[in-house]
């Protein structure tokens, strides 16, 4: 009855988390009918896991998650809260997550919301203050191949985004204690004695779990070789250490002849505690509870089964986190680490000749990277070939060597501060030593497999393909495993047909990306905006979606002109792919070769004609008056980039063209400022589609509503990014419009329908 427990209630969480939308209570409540008359009959078991896990994901659903009310949004709010987790630098403040206990004008904000402080008093874990903050809905960016913030957002219950007030009454009302005090004291004494070594960053991740120390270039190389598993706390480290210690008290009390039960009793207790105390330093974090709750029962199997299963303690391990946290299956460590471990199981247990222990190592090292091949494919759309050399010598040197060194050195800053910092600096040079060797690997053929994200069907696929091609030697079918294996080795890439174009609008915020696909090219014209050290839409958006469509190569960046919201991304675009670069103000990209954009330029790929319009040479204006224009054109259907032109430059190509402006899409020129889009222009341009580019609540105010009235006064469709996400274009026979936030709902998706502007077509056809 229990075998089919875990999975049977995991697949009924994930079907609830994959609707579109979120039931209401009725659902729940027929689904857990279900549940109990099935149990009551003892009929179809898993059908009857499958319909409480639904059940009881939408009920937690409808109990723990409180967004923000849109009445809320850009208000002065004060609120008493404590600091939750450990706030990360930001450039001028501090970001941190806040547990509100109560709001002062009394009106029902969500309890876990994240702030940002910009120029603030330090903030540390575990603190109580009085705030005065401005709120905002729990919305990200929506684009193919992204990260998925709002996700993310969701599966951690926070219900809204927003910023501390700087003019507000903001007081500290209680010093940090408890746990929460003493993870921040032992951050701070971890930063202190790490000084700047390049690894203090990493040594503060596997002490508290914060890995705002680990910079960009040393997550490439956690990416590139496997390993970025090891600098979060999750199921391996507390495995490790709940390992040593049980095998510690365990070889103790043998040797010293106590009673056998007596001593597993005792080693059982013992490493649960261990793992307990390292689970609490990490700050409880949702992989920590998942690792416990694993550790807990796979101990109590052990106490209370002569010969447990180790199938039935991952099945009741599985049902015991999906009960803790139903929202944990959105959550790529989960399923990477319950992944794993059935692989290690899979490899280990039912075989006839057991092998050494180095070439189990090896074994289970290779499978191991086999078998979550689907899974990083699907979750990150990369494959690290050298994880199994690297993880070959990383895990080891990290568990057996630099997390005892480094957990030693908490547990001696109690006594002696100085002795823990030698610890922690001798971690540190441990970890310098073995970051030669993955640096090494990392640069050894680039080490990465990129690829497209794959569908589930693909992953579910694979995984049986490696399950045949991982059978014990002798078995017959092992073959189809690798036939299995071809959807996920060749995956299908849509491409425009000769003659075709696919022009998608990128949603960057306030900002502006479009990328341009043919048959066998791909332009990206402006990279939007940088938001900060660790973030901007050039590698964290544009490069994503580039890799989702399975291109390898970017024939050509064109930023239109200098302002940051649409060259805020070049430099690490420009850097991450190599190519030819044009702009008309290369002055203001010194350090990136380039070449001027001018009007009367012309090139032809794959059937489809690119020209740019402006700016002539000699050309005199603002900055923006100066941008690149460039248009489109398929044997049906053109498309118009005007970049940030105002009135001065499209009465000049209004001058210079005439009716040759005429488009069937036109990008709006400055995000729809009232500065462009003047009349005379628009109606030469003609469009039938305008696709604007804004941030949402853009402190601008863009579009503006005349123009907003102008597009609409043409007959245009109007669409926006800040409300529909990334915009995609097809120009075959017609016009064809997706819109990528609208055709991927789930229920953790922003609503678009509270823009404060009233966008759209007249007479209520569509409104965006």
């Not at 209570?25 to 009929?43: D, E, I, P, Q, T």
């Not at 954009?597 to 603002?622: E, K, M, N």
């Not at 669409?719 to 915009?727: E, Q």
Request: net charge positive.
């Amino acid at each position: 009855m229990f075998l089919p427990a875990g999975p049977g209630f995991l697949a009924g969480s994930v079907l609830l988390l994959a609707a579109p939308k979120l039931p209401d209570w009725g659902w729940g409540v027929a689904a857990g009918g279900v549940a109990v008359l099935l149990f009551a009959f003892r009929r179809w078991p898993l059908l009857a896991w499958m319909s409480l896990g639904m059940g009881w994901t939408l009920a937690y659903v409808h109990l723990m998650w409180h967004p923000l009310a849109p009445a809320l949004q850009g208000r002065d709010l004060e609120v008493v809260g404590t600091v939750a987790g450990l706030p990360v630098p930001i450039r001028g403040g501090w970001r941190f997550g806040f547990l509100v206990e109560k709001e002062v004008q009394g009106r029902q904000i969500p309890s876990r919301i994240r702030l940002s402080w910009y120029g603030g008093e330090k903030v540390a874990s575990g603190q109580r203050w009085r705030l005065t903050v401005r709120l905002r809905e729990p919305r990200g960016f929506s684009n193919p191949g992204g990260f998925d913030y709002e996700r993310w957002l969701f599966a951690h219950r926070i219900g809204a985004l927003g910023y501390v007030v700087r003019r507000g009454r903001n007081r500290l009302l209680e010093a940090g204690a408890g746990l929460a005090g003493i993870r921040q004291r032992l951050a701070d004494a971890i930063d202190a004695a790490s000084g700047h070594e390049p690894a203090g960053g990493v040594v503060k991740a596997l002490a508290v779990g914060a890995r705002n120390g680990i910079d960009d270039p040393q997550w490439r190389i956690l990416r590139a070789t496997g390993t970025a598993h090891l600098v979060a706390i999750s199921g391996l480290h507390i495995g490790l250490v709940a390992g040593m210690m049980l095998w510690l008290v365990r070889a103790t009390g043998l040797g010293l002849g106590w009673d056998r039960r007596r001593v597993h009793l005792a080693a059982a207790l013992a490493a649960f505690l261990a793992a307990l105390i390292y689970a609490a330093l990490a700050g409880f974090s949702l992989p920590t509870q998942r690792a416990l709750i694993m550790l807990a029962l796979g101990l109590g199997g052990w106490l209370w089964q002569r010969d447990p299963s180790p199938w039935r303690i991952l099945g009741l391990a599985l049902l015991g986190v999906c009960l803790w946290d139903p929202l944990s299956p959105l959550s790529a460590g989960f399923w990477l680490s319950f992944v794993a471990v059935g692989w290690i199981f899979y490899l280990t247990t039912g075989r006839l000749r057991a092998p050494s222990a180095a070439m189990a190592g090896l074994q289970i090292q290779g499978g191991l990277l086999l078998g979550l091949a689907p899974l990083s494919a699907f979750f990150f759309g990369q494959v690290g070939w050298s994880a199994p050399l690297a993880n070959a010598v990383a895990v080891p040197a990290v568990g057996f060597v630099v997390v005892p060194l480094v957990l030693l050195g908490c547990l001696f800053w109690w006594l002696e501060p100085g002795l823990s910092a030698v610890l922690w600096q001798l971690a540190g040079s441990c970890l310098s030593w073995l970051w030669l060797w993955l640096e090494w690997l990392s640069e050894l053929g680039e080490g990465i497999w990129q690829q497209p994200p794959r569908s589930p069907g693909v992953v579910v696929l694979a995984l049986s393909g490696v399950a045949l091609l991982l059978m014990p030697r002798g078995l017959p079918g092992r073959w189809l495993g690798g036939v299995l294996l071809l959807p996920l080795l060749f995956p299908p890439v849509q491409r425009p047909a000769d003659g075709e174009s696919r022009v998608t609008v990128l949603d960057v915020g306030q900002g502006l990306a479009v990328v341009v696909e043919t048959a066998s090219h791909v332009l990206v014209y402006d990279t939007g905006p940088r938001y900060s050290d660790h973030f901007d839409a050039g590698a964290d958006i544009v490069t994503p979606f580039l890799r989702a469509r399975g291109w390898r190569k970017l024939d050509r960046i064109l930023v239109s002109h200098a302002d940051r919201d649409h060259s805020g991304g070049l430099p690490a675009l420009a850097g991450l792919w190599k190519t030819q670069v044009m702009t008309s103000v290369s002055t203001a990209f010194p350090e990136i070769p380039s070449v001027p954009c001018r009007a009367g330029q012309r090139w032809r790929w794959d059937g489809v004609t690119f020209r740019v319009l402006w700016p002539r040479p000699g050309a005199q204006g603002s900055e923006n008056d100066l941008s690149c224009v460039v248009k489109i054109e398929t044997k049906r259907a053109s498309v118009l980039l005007p970049g940030d032109i105002e009135a001065q430059a499209e009465s000049s190509l209004l001058n210079d063209y005439g009716g040759g402006l005429k488009s069937d899409v036109l990008v709006a020129p400055h995000h729809g400022s009232a500065t462009s889009s003047s009349w005379r222009w628009l109606r030469a341009v003609g469009p039938r589609y305008v696709l604007i580019s804004s941030g949402y609540r853009n402190r601008f105010g863009f579009p503006s509503r005349r123009n907003l009235e102008r597009y609409r006064d043409l007959g245009a469709r109007v669409l926006n990014t800040a409300t529909a996400g990334a915009i995609e274009i097809h120009l075959g026979k017609g016009v064809g419009i997706s819109r990528h936030r609208m055709e991927n709902r789930r229920l953790w998706s922003w609503r678009a329908g509270n823009h404060p502007l009233p966008i759209g077509r007249r007479k209520g056809k569509i409104r965006d």
